[in-house]
């Protein structure tokens, strides 16, 4: 009985000291792991508000917010529950919140962030929209979350030019719905203009750059898609 | 010294827990889809590994043999969430990428391994050197099967890029590509430590058999 009493209180007592050790580490990692997580966040909307070409910012240096209270004024929805929307044709779901900002130019410019399933679990990604309901177009796209995806081939979704397909999408395009080539079962583009003319049609050409790797793709586009769709309603019922 | 410079050199090739002892298979196939991220897990096991060997070794007296295995997990569980909050808050990007094998690394076997078969019987710059070793030996074999499979699946190493897409394996990158090279691997390995052990017995005959006429 004796025994059984000290190896419960020797147990006892390592269980606490980790315990205690593990609480100061996650005291001191809290403050920069909330900081890495709101720095991607920051930079990925920087990124696609600038302009695809020249990376030139398309609002105004002032209005990037930099740290969490300048992001809060700029949310446009925001809800309580887990998702702003879902989509049960495309997979996907937008979450919450979404921005507004307005452009140089006074055209109002949406970012939203979506997932939609892909190769092994969500995708999420994050867009800007620009325009009024009735000329709204895709700018660009920045995938946040691919960490399920195949390294060297789903993943390869996060290069540059893996993410330059999906992007500008004219809204006739998104009204459509996007499809990745494979699914539109087109033939193979051969120079940048046919591939920008595919673009026109709602097709994301891709599989030269993705060989292997459909389905992340796939993923994105429904997240796209799903993103769409919730503007669409949101912007309608206006 | 020889004795403990063995200690370290153990764990490297004639004992690596991957191709010989075939310990912690679950990262070993799973991560090493390129050669950064097996340098990533494998530093990052290394990193417990050291701790865990240390921590175990000193405290190898003060704990009854029968509760054990429960305070080894409980220690070794403690410094993967610690390496998993650190990595989350400073080292962003690897994190990402690491994702879910991070805390997997508590159930590799080969850190319980050492940790019982070692550390809780030697002293701690014994258990230090061990941990070195294996951890050092884990990881080169993570790096070379990472560097392998990226090197014939995608045509690049650390990102380098080596030839054009055309000569692309893309098996090798997918799951099935991990075994076989693990495989081809592990049979490189031990057919170098057969082939040197059967040079060591032909050296003794041959000694043995020069010491008879003599």
Redesign the interface.
Known sequence: MK?YL??GL??ML??IA?AV??SV??TI?K???E??ELN?KLQSIKTVLSNPEDEELMIDENQIPESEGELKERVWKSTEEAFLYESSEYKGYVSSPAYKFSLKDGKPAYVVTGAAVGYGGYVTVMCSFVGELSNLEMMRIQVL?Y?QE????GAKIAEKEAKERFFEIPKKALEDGLQVDKDAGVAAAKTDEQVEQYKEEGVIYISDIM??ATITPRGVANAVNTMFDYLKKELGGE | MSGTMKEFSNGLVKNNPIFIQALGMCPTLATT??AS?GLGMGMATLTVLLMSNIVISI?RK???A??RI??YI??I??FV??VD??M???L?DLW??L??FIPLIVVNCLILGRAESYASQNGIWKSILDALGMGLGFAGGLVILGAVR?IL??GTVFGVELWG?AFNV?IM??PPGAFITLGLLAGLFNWIGISKEEAKKKKQKAAKKAGGKA
Request: aromatic share 8%.
């Open positions: 025994n000290k190896m020797t147990l390592f269980a980790v050790l593990l580490v996650y990692t403050g920069p792991i900081d890495a991607v979350d960490s195949t390294p060297g081939l060989t292997g | 889809t390129s991220n405290i003060l704990v009854p029968k509760i429960p305070v409980i220690i569980a403690g969430t610690m909050l650190l989350h808050g400073f962003y990402k990428t994702g879910l990226e699946g995608a897409d893309f990158i997918l």
